[in-house]
Each structure stands twice: as C-alpha cells, then as structure tokens.
C-alpha cells in the first residue's frame, strides 16, 4: 500500500491522505464499479427468427451445396454488416474456403500419401 497526500485548499480540506492498494504486478487496483445510468438502447431485432442471415446462410448451406456460403463470404467482404451477424458470415467464409479445398483436391483426383 502507498500512501498519496493530496492538497485540496478551495474545498476546505487542508492535507489529506489516501491509500492506494497496488497488486503484486505494480498496477494500480481499482475499488468498486461503473455504473450505466440511463435508458437501455434497445436494439431492433435480427432477420430470419432472431439468428441473423450469416447463421441462416451457413445453416442452408449444407442443404444447397455450399453456394449460401460464398454468398455469405461475398456479403462480409464487400457489404457494411451488423456486428451482432459477423460471426455468422465469417463462419460463412470459413466453410466456404474450406468447400473450395474440399472441391480441388477432390477434382485433380490425385492419391496423395499424406
């Protein structure tokens, strides 16, 4: 624990002394918590039942042959999203990188020893 005086003469407190706790790394321990007040912004709800289009589009690819997933991939790189869906359109990216892998290595029909 240090010890910090600190003047403050036009509130009428002439010397005071505060402990600030420090942590054994050296960082300085902050007491209690912040506290939001206000109204909650209530945000509008996602398309397609409340899961959003990503993880509507990653779900129906597996149904439609993995074209859902490059239109998801295409709607990420080039179209300004909503940070609640990014995840399901990276995981539109993914699969569909991983369909193209799939789909060359299946087309050169090379026996690989790996």
């Known amino acids: ?42 945000e509008h709800r996602l398309p397609c039942c409340g899961m959003g289009i990503g993880w509507f589009l990653f779900i129906i690819g597996f149904f439609l042959g993995a074209i859902p997933w490059y239109i998801g991939a295409f709607l990420l790189l080039c179209v300004r999203l909503d940070y609640r869906e990014k995840p399901g359109f990276i995981a539109c990216t993914l699969a569909a990188t991983l369909a193209l892998v799939a789909v060359t290595l299946g087309v050169t029909k090379t026996n690989y020893s790996w």
């Open 1 to 42: 624990m240090h010890k910090i005086t600190m003047f403050a003469w036009g509130l009428g407190i002439r010397k005071k002394e505060f402990h600030i706790p420090y942590s054994h790394f050296g960082l300085t321990l902050i007491l209690g918590y912040v506290v939001a007040e206000g109204r909650p912004i209530r």
